[in-house]
């Protein structure tokens, strides 16, 4: 089965085709970060005009890139939740208007899915390793989120949150960080090459959400840790100050992260762990997991880093698996900002007492 999906959900324009099986014959994606970076942050409303320019080259390109014509898909897919409001019903609409115009099945796919079946994807030319078998745990770290699930299959009703953070997410504070040391956005890739030069033991800061039996994380008092660190040193220059601050910050945020998913993958009993979310990309991360992992006997499964960041080829992949059980939303389509994967973390509060 060959699907084109389509995804708008926060600052990446995306259209890909993929066949149903993770073969990715094209993979398009347009990046906004020229728009958001002087606001330190994405801006709603630029996202959506944004996407709304692009998303018809963008998918004009993704089927020129296969080979294929809109006639010889077998169906879309197209990210419906969750995201921001406005950038979600770009892609929405535009999906429903091929569908309709082609006669073709359309299903809806949430997000947050999608990052955790990347992982089955295969791209050409690009090394990667073998996808994992369910179950497994999944960390995913992105600028829009940060939690680990339980995957016992490719279907909604079989993930299962096992611990999100209580406040902001894991890249978010990266880029939280960044803009108040004055460092520029998105901050995760540049935190990450400053730190690589510092001494993370050489500033004091506070470890978050030390809990070991918790599986929730908090980055927002670590984010209020380095900004009391400036107010009472002052900003750094372009010293080593600054890079030991980032190495600091860094390897508690890696560590953080690095010992619930170990020990979230030990709990559930699983064989492998796998990475997710543009956060994923961080070296620090990247080696902290592997030792961990290989010290608790687990594989762990990187993806390439275009499968970590937002893509419409999971999308596309994730919807795959929908339309292969026959299921079809057309008419029935509806964007929501929340996911639909049930959450057991409550922003600013502790575990719920009842599901
Ligand atoms: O998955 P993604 O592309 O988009 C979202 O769904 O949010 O993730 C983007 C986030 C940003 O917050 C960015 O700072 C972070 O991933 N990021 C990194 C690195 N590269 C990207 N964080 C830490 N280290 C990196 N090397
Ligand atoms: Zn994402």
Same mark, same amino acid.
């Given at each position: 089965?060959?699907?084109?999906?389509?995804?708008?959900?926060?600052?990446?324009? =995306?259209?890909?085709?993929?066949?149903?099986?993770?073969?990715?014959?094209?993979?398009?994606?347009?990046?906004?970060?020229? &728009?958001?970076?002087?606001?330190?942050?994405?801006?709603?409303?630029?996202?959506?005009?944004?996407?709304?320019?692009?998303?018809?080259?963008?998918?004009?390109?993704?089927?020129?890139?296969?080979?294929?014509?809109?006639?010889?898909?077998?169906?879309?897919?197209?990210?419906?939740?969750?995201?921001?409001?406005?950038?979600?019903?770009? *892609?929405?609409?535009?999906?429903? *208007? /091929? @569908?309709? @115009?082609? *006669?073709?099945?359309?299903?809806?796919?949430?997000?947050?899915?999608?990052? /955790?079946?990347?992982?089955?994807?295969?791209?050409?030319?690009? %090394?990667?390793?073998?996808?994992?078998?369910?179950?497994?745990?999944?960390?995913?770290?992105?600028?829009?989120?940060?939690?680990?699930?339980?995957?016992?299959?490719?279907?909604?009703?079989?993930?299962? %949150?096992?611990?999100?953070?209580?406040?902001?997410?894991?890249?978010?504070?990266?880029?939280?960080?960044?803009?108040?040391?004055?460092?520029?956005?998105?901050?995760?890739?540049?935190?990450?090459?400053?730190?690589?030069?510092?001494?993370?033991?050489?500033?004091?800061?506070?470890?978050?959400?030390?809990?070991?039996?918790?599986?929730?994380?908090?980055?927002? =008092?670590?984010?209020?840790?380095?900004?009391?660190?400036?107010?009472?040193?002052?900003?750094?220059?372009?010293?080593?100050?600054?890079?030991?601050?980032?190495?600091?910050?860094?390897?508690? &945020?890696?560590?953080?992260?690095?010992?619930?998913?170990?020990?979230?993958?030990?709990?559930?009993?699983?064989?492998? /762990?796998?990475? @997710? =979310?543009?956060?994923?990309?961080?070296?620090?991360?990247?080696?902290?997991?592997?030792?961990?992992?290989?010290?608790?006997?687990?594989?762990?499964?990187?993806?390439?880093?275009?499968?970590?960041?937002?893509?419409?080829?999971?999308?596309?992949?994730?919807?795959?698996?929908?339309?292969?059980? =026959?299921?079809?939303?057309?008419?029935?389509?509806?964007?929501?900002?929340?996911?639909?994967?049930?959450?057991?973390?409550?922003? *600013?509060?502790?575990?719920?007492?009842?599901?």
């Amino acid at each position: 089965m060959l699907v084109l999906g389509i995804e708008t959900s926060c600052d990446e324009t =995306g259209a890909a085709v993929v066949r149903s099986d993770g073969e990715v014959l094209s993979d398009v994606v347009h990046s906004q970060v020229k &728009v958001h970076a002087p606001y330190g942050g994405v801006v709603p409303e630029l996202a959506s005009r944004d996407h709304l320019r692009n998303v018809v080259p963008v998918v004009r390109e993704a089927l020129s890139r296969a080979g294929v014509t809109l006639a010889e898909v077998d169906g879309l897919a197209v990210t419906c939740r969750p995201g921001l409001s406005g950038a979600l019903l770009v *892609g929405v609409q535009a999906a429903q *208007g /091929l @569908a309709w @115009a082609q *006669g073709k099945p359309i299903v809806g796919v949430d997000h947050l899915v999608g990052h /955790l079946l990347a992982v089955f994807l295969r791209f050409a030319n690009t %090394e990667q390793p073998a996808p994992p078998e369910f179950p497994f745990v999944a960390l995913l770290a992105s600028g829009g989120h940060t939690a680990l699930y339980r995957a016992d299959g490719p279907e909604v009703s079989r993930i299962h %949150e096992l611990g999100a953070t209580r406040d902001d997410a894991a890249g978010e504070a990266f880029d939280k960080v960044a803009k108040l040391l004055g460092l520029g956005y998105p901050g995760g890739p540049i935190i990450d090459r400053l730190a690589k030069e510092g001494h993370a033991e050489a500033v004091d800061l506070p470890a978050p959400m030390r809990r070991k039996d918790s599986l929730e994380f908090s980055f927002s =008092g670590l984010k209020t840790n380095v900004l009391r660190w400036v107010e009472k040193h002052g900003r750094p220059g372009d010293d080593q100050t600054l890079r030991d601050l980032c190495a600091a910050f860094q390897r508690r &945020v890696v560590d953080s992260l690095v010992k619930k998913a170990v020990t979230a993958a030990q709990r559930e009993g699983v064989r492998a /762990l796998v990475l @997710a =979310g543009g956060v994923a990309a961080n070296r620090e991360l990247r080696e902290s997991a592997r030792l961990a992992s290989e010290a608790a006997g687990i594989r762990l499964v990187v993806p390439p880093f275009k499968a970590c960041t937002d893509n419409a080829a999971m999308i596309a992949y994730a919807g795959a698996q929908r339309l292969l059980r =026959g299921e079809n939303d057309t008419g029935l389509l509806r964007m929501s900002p929340n996911t639909a994967l049930p959450r057991l973390t409550r922003k *600013g509060r502790g575990i719920r007492r009842e599901a």
